[in-house]
DNA sequence: ATACGATTTAAACGAACGTTTGAACAACAC
DNA sequence: GTGTTGTTCAAACGTTCGTTTAAATCGTAT
């Protein structure tokens, strides 16, 4: 037979210890080993059902990030039949919430996957930076647009800068790998056993991100793309 | 002779050779033949100065390190020697400014071990993560506490919390992997080849942090371990 | 029962890894 | 000169890596 057949779990299996081995060692620091005697499937079985190592991280990501960006499309789109253009802080609470709310639901990878995601988004290796690059351009360019659209005052390229500050503060925290908690003595329990940790983070870091995003402008000269020369003031 | 040698200059062709290609590549995607090749020196050169890989990483950080944590404890000091107590604002200048400052000086490591640092921050590798932790540990210490009396109204868990979104949003922007800046179309420019990009980063990173830190306190029950139980309100 | 495609298995592949070795080489002391 | 000490070098060490192979096994349709 060819297709729909009662697949075993090894595909599955093989995933769910790839996301958490990942999680924890990074992809270098994983071997196929590990990965294949944590899911208690054959060597060979990666290889067979994703041809390669680096086709298995692929998959692991896709799995998640297909839920992501269509949950994320979907909020935007509500948003945006309204009568007027969302507001940053309904935007923010769209493209960040949806990602937090991921870390309370265990069916959609729960904070393994949100720890997974922030560690790897700072991964080096090339064929990680494209992969993602791909998987994220059409949320991004949408989302980023939105954020034009709310802040009209604020030259884009001060929005695009601080819309990646934003996500290096959350890619942070979700991936809790930060070293100098061991250093403050704090844990910050983003842990993945935590049950309501995704409950924590995102009550903590949404003010924080939106208060970023709300800082008076830079006071060096603005390059003239837009409207008005906003000099330092409330961009929002 | 023992000492107080004529160094050939091997030692410091490694570390740069090394602080280039971790930064590039990370820790465990360089490999020793690379970075002795690109250092010139024979292979086994490593293992005989250093001693193995590992002590190869710590050296190339604690040579930049020890100038950073010198400087920011001299400025803490110096704040804290005036009538009053520091404020929020000068305090993050202290500590994060010193930081883009080392952007600036090649001979500090410049854009390359800013992005190094900023990368690594987020290793998953054990001993790393161990490394840093006590290599920050008294710097962080006194910044906490200099953040504690500068914030008498909010918190200690709240300003825990913020420290580490501030460090995440500035390691990411030093770190410069941003898998987004691909999808987003815009270069942020933080590479190591532009003379300005630390200037940039400050100004652009630097009320972005501020206004993070002084966004308003999240909504729920804040636990009643200090003053006055401030709900809902700015923070600072 | 037989045939066949899909899957699993044990074993091996060549390549690359970090590290070690022991000889060669340099500079200085006596 | 000889001896000593710090450094470099080519070569090899044993291990682990991701991947491939070919046989064995399973489930089902004929």
Redesign the pocket.
């Given at each position: 037979?060819?297709e729909a057949?009662?697949?075993?779990d090894?595909r599955e299996r093989i995933l769910d210890a790839a996301e958490r081995l990942f999680m924890e060692s990074g992809y270098e620091g994983?071997?196929?080993?590990?990965i294949t005697g944590a899911a208690g499937?054959?060597?060979?079985?990666?290889?067979?059902?994703f041809g390669?190592?680096?086709a298995l991280l692929r998959e692991v990501f896709r799995r998640r990030l297909a839920w992501l960006n269509r949950e994320r499309l979907r909020l935007l789109d509500e948003m945006e039949a309204g009568a007027e253009p969302p507001k940053p802080s309904a935007i923010l609470e769209a493209f960040f919430g949806t990602l937090m709310r991921m870390g309370t639901d265990e069916s959609l990878g729960g904070m393994t996957f949100l720890r997974l995601l922030g560690r790897t988004l700072t991964e080096p290796a090339d064929f990680i930076r494209a992969f993602f690059a791909g998987e994220y351009a059409e949320v991004v360019d949408r989302y980023k647009r939105a954020l034009f659209r709310a802040l009209p005052d604020v030259p884009h390229e001060e929005i695009i800068w601080r819309f990646h500050l934003m996500l290096g503060a959350m890619s942070y925290a979700i991936a809790g790998t930060d070293a100098l908690q061991a250093a403050t003595g704090c844990e910050l329990r983003t842990s993945p056993d935590d049950p309501h940790a995704a409950e924590h983070l995102a009550a903590r870091v949404m003010p924080f991100l939106l208060g970023g995003l709300r800082a008076p402008l830079p006071q060096f000269a603005v390059p003239p793309e837009q409207q008005r020369t906003s000099g330092p003031g409330k961009a929002a």
């Open positions: 037979m060819n057949r009662v697949v075993p090894t994983t071997s196929m080993r590990l499937v054959n060597l060979a079985a990666v290889n067979y059902h390669s190592k680096e």
